[in-house]
């Protein structure tokens, strides 16, 4: 097999990108131009590196933002290292430019790229966004909860022929994108992944009470080394206003404070 050229366009696995996924992430849309301008030309100033995807198989180059022109609406970013991946993005209808300003993430759609000289060098501008995701790093760490008193989430389960099921289950972690349920092993056939839980009632000490609806994504199981087995029910938020995700958050900050472990998403005790 002939090895590809250097510089050429490598492939990588699909972008999962939470752009892609706004309604789970749309709370977190900016689209206000004075804000989409002001994370823009912060990463301008930090010269951060962007990621620019433009096709669904996940090509991509990196790059930087040379300028951004509100006068004339337009994104001015670096070329690519290889002509083959600036020639395929130029021809791309549907762009999405990642980064990191400070440790938030930032993601972003372009419009069809075209080329300039800049400051007599060639680069590839583009209109600027429309609007622009800025996501929490928080949001993907999840937060121990206090053995006493116990967190805890009531939810009322649907059942097609017969009334809803209410169920108190104890919480052991916590995020902004969801909670993670202690589940006895005689409820598990009732959780399914993918299952809609139907409304939850979860009250946060001295914060307030977050009513939403939930998505089981992930069982695990888990022996504790006393009390009854049960397992790791990860539950992602659903339909959870923006005044309800800033309740959850201020809760999650002042326990980080208060000197409670984060863990990232997969990690097991």
Known sequence: MTAPPPHSPQPSPPADLELEHSERFGSYLLERRTEILFVLRALLRQKALVTVYYDAAGHFFLSSILAVDDAADRLILDLGN????????????????????????????????????????????????????????????????????????????????????????????????????????SLAPLFPLGTHTGRCRIELPEAGVVAAGLVARSLVPHTAESGPAHGRLGCEFVELSRTQRALVERFVTRLERQGFRTREPGHQP
């Open 82 to 185: 290889s002509a083959g991946a600036n020639e395929q993005a130029l021809a791309a209808t549907k762009l999405i430019v990642a980064a990191r300003q400070d440790r938030v993430k930032v993601q972003f759609y372009l419009a069809r790229l075209e080329t300039l000289n800049h400051e007599g060098k060639p680069a590839l501008a583009a209109p600027l966004p429309a609007s622009l995701l800025r996501l929490q790093r928080r949001e993907y760490f999840r937060l121990d909860t206090p053995l006493a008193p116990a967190l805890t989430c009531r939810l009322e389960l649907p059942r097609p022929d017969a009334a809803p099921l209410t169920e108190i289950l104890r919480i052991l972690d916590i995020s902004g994108g969801g909670v993670c349920l202690a589940l006895p092993e």
